[in-house]
């Protein structure tokens, strides 16, 4: 059988309704909660876009760094290029003129491609792009009509001289061009990276700020939570211990699973109290005064059975029903001491009820009997789902309910089985009683409290 504390109490279908819309299991406001997932999202926004932005700046500067280092090789092999004319000119042999013939050609067209790659690239600078513009027809001009010379060169059309006069520093004017050009683009991507790390280190602080305040936010939101969740459990410890024993509420506001109290055979010690004449006191006063006599009553036997770390498992009318061992389980030798203990600081504490009444007894003292054995009782959660209870049953606490009705005033009634766990215990000398509903006579010791 499980316990499940969902089932405490059963909410008609309109309370739960109302009770779900309005607050959590823990009655954490709907505005905690609602900020608190604003927090999280404007965390993780916040994450993004510094990740975007780390992103874009390296992007920007690898983007850079290419454009540079496209410029440098396209001047390297503009270099070549005519590094291979002028090889080309003074080569006499028909074959090997006709490779470097080749090789120009082929020049030709890697720097043309470098150059139109290095234009695509340099979109976002347009001056820059304008000026690689003018190169690349200059380049395009020049090499096509070298290549139209070279081959009446060949041909014997036309001198070497005729060719270099052709040229005359032009390529020599070009390459200091692209040099010029290839340096502004190095100053202009130095000035760009910084002003892109200044950039980005700017937006990167701004997200890591507001993810730190956005982050302090949501500890404190998680505190609040926290702080709420404590004190509306300590609300519902407090209500739900006017009704069940403190034991019972620590249990069930603790439990690791819906098995609060499973029904089992267990060791235990039972004490039973009970007011010899309140029943007569009721007759001649007032129902107000009956009834405060006997709140003050049962308030100070609670009170020094919680001392006790007692279960208050009842209250029955005037009379008390206390174990010992159940639900916390404790072993019997301390069971014992401690119902003895709790036993004889409940009648010193009645005598003095007893004084504060006696304006209200006229000469009628109340006298206290209490009852205590213990022994294997079944001990668990019973009744409906709708209305547990825990308590315990069986022949263990039929004897201590009987001792208790035979308990001389203002004393204590122990059984032979108290007496073995307590040896040393000063009692009177044993005396077997016949019980009713008990089959054998219980052997039996009188505490007497002065």
Known sequence: MSFPFKKLFKFDKYI??????LNSITRVPQWVIIIGTILVLLISISGIINIYYLNESHTEIE?????????????????????ILH???????????????????????????????????????PAIKQKIETIHMYHKELSELLIDELTQYKE??????????????????????LNNISNEISDNNYVSINAIKNKYFTLTIISIVIMSIVSL??????????????????????????????????????????????IQKKFITVCFTDIQGFT??????????????????????????????ATVDKFLGDGIMIMFGAPVSMTPALQVDNAIKMAIDMQKEFKELNKSWNAYLNGN?????????????????????????????GKTVNIASRLEQICEPDSILISYDVKQLAPNLPAKEAISINL???EKPIETYRIAVN
Not at 63 to 83: D, G, H, R, V
Not at 242 to 252: A, C, D, K, R
């Open 156 to 177: 014997n059309a036309i001198t070497a001289f005729d060719v270099y006069a052709i040229i005359k520093n032009k390529d020599i004017v070009a390459i200091e061009q």
């Open 217 to 262: 936010a949501l500890v404190i939101l998680i505190f609040i939570i926290i702080k709420s969740e404590k004190n509306y459990l300590f609300d519902i410890g407090r209500e739900l211990s006017s009704y069940l024993p403190i034991q019972m509420v620590e249990l069930i506001l603790k439990r690791q699973n819906y098995e609060v109290i499973p």
């Open 365 to 393: 003292a109340l006298h206290l009997r209490i009852g205590i054995h213990c022994g294997i009782a079944t001990v668990g959660s019973f009744g409906p789902q709708e209305r547990l209870s825990f308590t315990a049953i």
């Open 436 to 438: 009713k509903g008990i």
């Open 16 to 21: 739960q309704k109302e009770f779900i819309s």
């Open 87 to 125: 090889y080309m000119l003074f080569e006499k042999d028909p074959e090997e003129y006709r490779k470097y013939f080749h090789k120009f050609s082929y020049q030709y067209t890697i720097v043309q491609n470098q150059i139109f790659n290095l234009k695509l690239l340099l979109s976002d600078f």
């Open 280 to 309: 007569r006191l009721t007759d001649i006063t007032d129902p107000e005064t009956s009834a405060e006599i006997l709140n003050e009553y049962l308030t100070k036997m609670a009170h020094i059975a919680h001392k006790y770390n």
């Open 63 to 83: 983007k850079i760094n290419e454009i540079t280092m496209l410029t440098q090789s396209t001047q390297i092999e503009f270099e070549k290029q005519f590094a």
